[in-house]
């Protein structure tokens, strides 16, 4: 009798164990999570960066802190982004680089202003609807290498996430970058 019921418990065991549904729910789910997330960063520093007449690195930085937070309690240090303004030129209908920042944060959550992939006068493709001349556009692009905790259905190398947005300025026609010294007043909107 002892020895029938230590049959049919190993055999429940080893079905539980062989069962790895739950597994997939709980790895798809935390995929999901952290594909919102990098949605959200994106809207938000395109979002906080349009709110402003003007930045410096020390405002892109305080975005940074932003999307650190947002990612919790996901690792930020994986967090790729950048921010960028583009002006759709009136004569030629292209949308070119104004100005772009990189933002990294390191392993301790300290975040870096740095050099980004676009460069001043890189011509970028908008979507039409967006493509409107004489307007300026805030750009931020954000990707994430989410790896599984476990792996058993995404490889174990992990998936790459990444969401962009594009808003508008809202304070002025465009967001200066750098920030003018005080008392240089207001200067003009790059058009070049």
């Known amino acids: 009798m002892m020895v029938f019921q230590m049959r049919k418990i190993s055999r429940r065991v080893r079905a539980l164990l ?29 979002d906080l ?15 940074g802190q932003t999307a650190k937070a947002i990612m919790t309690p996901y690792d930020p240090s994986i967090l790729v982004s950048s921010i960028t303004e583009v002006y ?3 004569t030629t209908h292209v949308a070119r680089v104004q100005w ?22 890189q011509i970028v ?13 805030i750009w931020s692009e954000v990707s994430y290498l989410y790896k599984p905790t ?12 990444s969401d962009f947005t594009y808003t508008r300025p809202r304070q002025t026609d465009c967001v ?12 003009a909107c790059p058009t070049a």
């Open 125 to 137: 493709v908008v979507p039409p609807n967006l493509n409107i001349d004489g307007t300026y556009l």
């Open 100 to 121: 772009s920042k990189a933002l990294t944060i390191d392993t301790a959550g300290n975040v870096t202003v740095g050099v980004s992939p676009h460069t001043k006068s």
């Open 18 to 46: 062989d069962d790895c549904r739950g597994v997939v729910a709980i790895e798809f789910a935390s995929g999901v999570a952290v594909n919102r997330k990098v949605s959200l960063v994106a809207r938000t520093l395109s």
């Open 176 to 187: 200066t970058y750098p920030t003018p010294a005080p008392g240089a007043g207001t200067p």
């Open 49 to 63: 960066t349009s709110q402003s007449s003007s930045v410096v690195d020390a405002d892109l930085a305080s975005f």
């Open 150 to 161: 476990i792996g058993y259905v995404m490889a174990n190398g992990g998936v790459t996430l």
């Open 88 to 90: 759709v030129d009136p």
